[in-house]
């Protein structure tokens, strides 16, 4: 082997075993945060905190731009779920199609007299509606001004001091709400939650609720489903651990609504608003502890909180979601890079940023990677053998990082049962093989898209939705 | 350098690794016996103890008002240092038709315009006459709490509280006369399907040409569209071109959702002519 051909070597070697060693401390962490977030999930404590103390009221703000396929559904969901004080706003944001026809239909609107309460820039509302068979649902008709301003919109109308965003394709389990509004309880200084995303697709839905989880059939969403457990089975409870929480959903996000207002809301033209928006928090929570010194604000992360989503069925859907996504995750962190690797932030500072800093470019290193191994194979630089034995580590360090998220959820969860954990295993070691290449190359995309300021829009397409994505 | 070992290592996890998910449900069996002890869950003065785990609860837990709460503590909360607190005593207080009207306008004149904007929003429809004083104040041009009095009268379904509003539609103060442009529009979205009386909405087309001030053009407007009259489009229709901005935005608007409430099968009336 050749001097370079060395180095090359040793600097995949040396990834390899600082990245995947990372994610060893992430499983240990991560079962060790799931192990005592257990005693949320218990019905007593349900019992006792709803008994003795009163739970703030909630605003669900749901942003739709023609989603009349799904939008019944999901507003139903969230009225049926056990909360005792709850509003909930839909916002269509200029819907083209029957959005606002269904929802007149389904929950006999009739014109509102509420009138916005804050005074966050928004395009013009045209109508405000509320439901005549159940007055906590209210429906705004607005201009078309892309998600973050349907959100603005719904700040502005919120009464309740807890406004949760989320999206109009989503089911919540009944408690959803009260273990997401839990930690705001429990803490003055908490100042966003967020909860477990699982998928749908495949699932079965009786009466707005999912009754049964099962995984989906197709390749393409079973193997999302593994990600999702990867990324909240794992993830999400590592930085929750850590003190360094930085995404709060925007499919599943408690805030508070006067933390909101005081940063300005969502950003209009932000890509990835729902990253973006935490990280504004974050850095007015440290200003606001270096000038007033009180203590800075907590954002949590509850297991025990569940919602469903539905994931995209067809590749070409599923390549835009990613690129989207991490177009996002390159702006944000373009945005605020002043908190890399920057003491004053904690652990958003000296973890989270430079993780996420990691998986930014991890696409591009990975690239490489698989570019390089082969040419200097053919080049004669590297034995074939030790080609095989890289691509061989590589691939079962991910398959076991994809197993201990499926071993956590099995133990701890126990969902998916038989054939559908039989799936799920499955899925997850095929998953290197195909998936990941797909994601590295959807991922890629974004970083051509965003040096070439091709702008993405901020005006929403809505993905192809199946009028039955769940049994 | 031999990464056989490495992968060696590798295959023994995934393998271990499988071979637990597939003895996950008796893990999670012995889990659910082991976890007796989150079966004691008491709120004790230091907060939740579930267990044998004492939870270090925060003592600055946040305040609430809820539905709990006595209606003496929901009018003095009106007046809370915490917006959150603030706004929840309004809608609290609106909802449950806390204090009588004459009352409530003493409280308006004392709290922020949100809480009070909360507040009036919140009451229920009122299909009665209103309180003769409750009229008097909207109509005397000295009174202090003449605008909290105006926005009361929007909760009321009534013909007489509508004509009183149409009244306050000619003073001098266009302050005055948006908010009584306003409370009629409520009045109407909360009568709804029921037209608004044809003298009225009348009276609102003929102010459309006169008006000057584009606040109260855009609360007319806002009145007239949800008044279900036959003739309220054409009339919009017939300001767009004078208008600009702000107020040709909102007539456009109006069309719409005029459009959008005879759609939805309510049946616009032929008003009077006048």
């Known amino acids: ?471 | 350098m031999s990464w056989l070992p490495a992968i060696t290592v590798l295959l023994l996890v995934n393998a271990a690794e499988l071979v637990a998910i597939a003895l996950a449900p008796l893990m999670r069996a012995h889990g659910r016996r082991g976890s007796k002890r989150h079966a004691h869950v008491r709120m004790g003065d230091q907060g939740l103890e579930v267990g044998s785990w004492k939870l270090g609860i925060d003592q600055r837990r946040p305040r609430v008002v809820s539905e709990r709460t006595d209606e003496q503590t929901l009018l003095r909360a009106l007046s809370d240092a915490d917006p959150n607190i603030r706004l929840t005593a309004a809608r609290l207080v609106g909802e449950r038709r806390i204090g009588d009207d004459v009352a409530l306008v003493e409280v308006l004149t004392t709290v922020d315009e949100a809480a009070g904007r909360l507040l009036v929003g919140s009451r229920p429809a009122q299909h009665g006459p209103p309180p003769s004083e409750l009229l008097a104040i909207a109509a005397r041009a000295d009174e202090r709490g003449r605008v909290a009095a105006i926005r009361l009268l929007g909760a009321y379904v009534d013909s007489r509280s509508r004509r009183a509003l149409a009244a306050l539609l000619a003073d001098a103060d266009a302050r005055i006369r948006g908010e009584a442009a306003s409370a009629l529009a409520a009045s109407t979205r909360l009568g709804y399907p029921n037209p608004l009386e044809p003298a009225i909405v009348n009276r609102l087309i003929e102010m459309l040409g006169g008006e000057r001030s584009q606040t109260v053009i855009v609360e007319v407007v806002d009145a007239l569209t949800y008044s279900l009259d036959r003739q309220v489009p054409a009339a919009l229709m017939r300001l767009i071109p004078s208008s600009n901005g702000a107020v040709r935005e909102r007539l456009i608007e109006a069309g719409a959702v005029f459009a959008q409430l005879v759609q939805s099968g309510t049946r616009a009336v032929e008003g009077a002519r006048p």
């Open chain 1, 1 to 471: 082997m050749t001097i370079a051909a060395t180095v090359f070597a040793l600097a995949i070697t040396a990834a390899l075993i600082a990245y995947h060693g990372f994610n060893a401390l992430m499983i240990v962490l991560a079962w060790m945060e799931l192990r005592r977030q257990q005693w949320m999930a218990a019905r007593r404590l349900r019992i006792a905190v709803k008994d003795t103390m009163a739970l703030p009221g909630m605003t669900v703000i749901v942003p739709a731009y023609n989603e009349s396929l799904s939008i019944v559904r999901t507003v139903g969901s969230i009225l049926r779920t056990a909360y005792p004080d709850l509003q909930v706003i839909v916002v269509s944001d200029g819907s083209t199609d029957q959005t606002l026809a269904v929802l007149t239909r389904a929950f006999a609107l009739r014109p509102s007299n509420a009138r916005p309460l804050g005074s966050l820039p928004t395009q013009s509302i045209r109508s405000v509606w509320v439901s005549s068979s159940d007055s906590r649902l209210l429906v705004v008709d607005k201009r078309n001004g892309g998600k973050a301003d349907a959100l603005n919109v719904g700040l502005n109308l919120a009464t309740r001091p807890l406004v949760l965003a989320t999206d109009a394709d989503v089911l919540f389990d009944e408690h959803a709400f009260f273990h997401l509004a839990l930690p705001f309880v429990l803490h003055a200084e908490t100042a966003a939650t967020s909860g477990m995303i699982r998928l749908y697709n495949g699932c079965t839905v009786e009466r707005n609720r999912v009754k049964r989880v099962h995984m989906p059939r197709t390749p393409l969403e079973a193997c999302q489903v593994v990600e999702y457990l990867r990324a909240y089975g794992l993830g999400r409870l590592f930085f929750n651990r850590c003190g360094g929480h930085l995404i709060v959903s925007g499919a599943f996000g408690l805030f508070d609504r006067q933390l909101l207002l005081e940063v300005g809301g969502y950003q209009a033209h932000a890509i990835g608003e729902d990253m973006e928006l935490v990280a504004r928090l974050h850095r007015h929570s440290v200003e606001r502890h270096s000038v007033e010194r009180q203590r800075p604000y907590r954002i949590a992360f509850s297991a025990s909180a569940v919602c469903y989503t539905e994931a995209p069925h067809a590749l070409r859907d599923f390549g835009k979601q990613r690129t989207r996504w991490h177009h996002g995750l390159l702006t944000t962190l373009r945005i605020h890079r002043y908190m890399t690797f920057n003491r004053r932030y904690g652990a958003i500072g000296s973890l989270t940023m430079p993780y996420y800093l990691v998986e930014l470019y991890a696409p591009v290193l990975e690239a490489l990677g698989w570019i390089m191994l082969p040419i200097l194979w053919l080049a004669g630089l590297l034995a074939g053998h030790t080609v095989g034995l890289f691509a061989a580590v590589s691939v079962l360090m991910t398959m076991s990082v994809s197993l201990a998220a499926i071993l956590l959820d099995a133990v701890y969860v126990g969902r998916y049962r038989g054939v559908d954990r039989l799936i799920l295993v499955v899925s997850a070691l095929i998953e290197p093989f195909w998936y990941r290449p797909c994601t590295v190359y959807f991922r890629l995309r974004a970083f051509y898209r965003y040096y070439r300021t091709i702008h993405l829009k901020t005006a929403w397409k809505s993905p192809t939705r199946a009028a039955h994505a769940a049994r």
